[in-house]
């Protein structure tokens, strides 16, 4: 889909387009009151089950999703241009996380723990549970970097093998560093 194109003579925001898009239940209103038990559906880019979570006046500024995995499943890789902040709602797994021509790197979450991916770094999740689904939330910022690149932001758009980002010295001279810096 052309983002762009489909903004242009919409009311929706290219993030609103993008959601729907995706072919998942969007969850709207004030307050969601037991992330566990609400709807999820096959997530085909993803590979496991997700939702959307739209709150009353946070939609142009942050996102949200529910994921569930199902016993012994696991998600698609997947990289992102916008940040994530994941928590996990029930049951145990893992996640892999790793750049181009890099080592792997996995760590283990269990209900309650709290991880953020790296920026446009590969990772995939993992329920290592037989018996029982794993969900987690994640949190984004995808709206409004959905709205200004007017792109989904997703590995197929994604900055292939770019790592280096800029950040600003307070000179007025932005500097670079390595994402892999800061997981390596």
């Avoid at 890099?102 to 770094?121: C, V």
């Avoid at 758009?157 to 007025?172: C, D, Y």
Wanted: charged residues 20%; contains cysteine.
């Amino acid at each position: 889909m052309d983002l762009a194109k489909a903004a242009a003579y919409s009311d929706k925001t290219p993030y609103d387009l993008w959601q729907e898009a995706e072919g998942i239940p969007i969850v709207r209103g004030h307050c969601v009151e037991d992330l566990v038990s609400i709807p999820v559906a096959s997530w085909k880019r993803t590979g496991i089950l997700g939702s959307f979570i739209n709150l009353v006046g946070s939609g142009r500024s942050c996102g949200a999703y529910v994921c569930e995995i199902p016993p012994g499943s696991q998600s698609q890789p997947q990289r992102y241009l916008f940040e994530q902040l994941i928590y996990v709602l029930k049951g145990r797994g893992a996640t892999t996380v790793w750049n181009e021509g890099r080592k792997k790197q996995t760590f283990e979450w269990q209900e309650g723990s709290l991880f953020s991916p790296p920026l446009n770094a590969w990772h995939q999740h993992f329920n290592v549970q037989g018996d029982d689904t794993a969900r987690y939330v994640a949190l984004t910022d995808a709206p409004p970097m959905i709205f200004h690149s007017r792109t989904d932001l997703t590995a197929k758009t994604g900055i292939a093998g770019r790592e280096e980002r800029s950040r600003p010295t307070g000179l007025g001279n932005p500097t670079s560093f390595l994402a892999s810096e800061t997981f390596s």
